[in-house]
T-cell receptor
Framework: EAGVAQSPRYKIIEKRQSVAFWCNPI?????LYWYQQILGQGPKLLIQ????????DSQLPKDRFSAERLKGVDSTLKIQPAKLEDSAVYLC???????????????FGPGTRLTVT | GENVEQHPSTLSVQEGDSAVIKCTYS??????FPWYKQELGKRPQLIID?????GEKKDQRIAVTLNKTAKHFSLHITETQPEDSAVYFC??????????????FGKGTHLIIQP
C-alpha cells in the first residue's frame, strides 16, 4: 500500500514570500490533516478535511495560511506571506473515515521542511 | 482545548532495562489514546493505542495502560534496545469519529538507550 506523499521535501524562502505544499493521501482515506511541527515540539494540528469539506481549522492562522482539498483527494497548504516563525516541518496525515464513533490510525507523510530566512 | 503533559521530557536507560513514559490530559471526553514514535528526521509512527473501554494493551515489548479516572495513560517498554531510541509522543483524542478528531500531541519524551 502506498503511503502519504508530500512535496516538496525541503523549501527555503525569504520572509514575506509565499510557498505552497502538496499532499496526496492514502487511497480511500476520506480524512486529511495538516500539522505543523516546530523543532523540539510535538505536531500541532492546523486543519482537518473530511472529503473536501473543512471539519476543523480553529488553529489555522487564517490571515496568512490557507488550505484546500479539491475533489476530496489531494490537498495544498499555502503560506502568504511567510514569517520567520513559520519555519517548521509541515506534516500531512490521512485516515479512514471514522464514522460510528471509531477513531482510526492517522498515517503521516514524510513532511516538508520549511526554512524562512 | 485539551492540555497534554508528558513526563519525563528526557529518559535515559541502560539497554535491556524498562522505560515508562506518562501522559496526563485534561479533557474527560477523550476516548482514544495513541502513542507515536518519531526518529530523528522521520515522520511520527503509531506504535500502540488504547481505547477508553480497555485498561491495558500489550504488543510484544510495548504496553499501554490507561487510568481514565485520573486522566493519564502510560507507555511501557521492556527489554529496551538501541532502536528504541527516539522521541515518543502521546496524543489523546476526543473525536467520536466523523467529526473533529485531530490529534493533540504532548511535547514529547526523548528516550535514550545507553549501550
Amino acid at each position: 500500500e502506498a503511503g502519504v506523499a508530500q512535496s516538496p521535501r525541503y523549501k527555503i524562502i525569504e520572509k514575506r514570500q509565499s510557498v505552497a505544499f502538496w499532499c496526496n493521501p492514502i487511497s480511500g482515506h476520506a480524512t486529511l490533516y495538516w500539522y505543523q511541527q516546530i523543532l523540539g515540539q510535538g505536531p500541532k494540528l492546523l486543519i482537518q478535511f473530511q472529503n473536501n469539506g473543512v471539519v476543523d481549522d480553529s488553529q489555522l492562522p487564517k490571515d496568512r495560511f490557507s488550505a484546500e482539498r479539491l475533489k476530496g483527494v489531494d490537498s495544498t497548504l499555502k503560506i502568504q506571506p511567510a514569517k520567520l516563525e513559520d519555519s517548521a516541518v509541515y506534516l500531512c496525515a490521512s485516515s479512514l473515515n471514522g464514522w460510528g464513533g471509531y477513531s482510526y490510525e492517522q498515517y503521516f507523510g514524510p513532511g516538508t521542511r520549511l526554512t524562512v530566512t | 482545548g485539551e492540555n497534554v503533559e508528558q513526563h519525563p521530557s528526557t529518559l535515559s536507560v541502560q539497554e535491556g532495562d524498562s522505560a515508562v513514559i506518562k501522559c496526563t490530559y485534561s479533557d474527560s471526553a477523550s476516548n482514544y489514546f495513541p502513542w507515536y514514535k518519531q526518529e530523528l528526521g522521520k515522520r511520527p509512527q503509531l506504535i500502540i493505542d488504547i481505547r477508553s473501554n480497555v485498561g491495558e494493551k500489550k504488543d510484544q515489548r510495548i504496553a499501554v495502560t490507561l487510568n481514565k479516572t485520573a486522566k493519564h495513560f502510560s507507555l511501557h517498554i521492556t527489554e529496551t534496545q538501541p532502536e528504541d531510541s527516539a522521541v515518543y509522543f502521546c496524543a489523546p483524542q476526543r473525536g467520536a469519529g466523523g467529526g473533529a478528531d485531530g490529534l493533540t500531541f504532548g511535547k514529547g519524551t526523548h528516550l535514550i538507550i545507553q549501550p
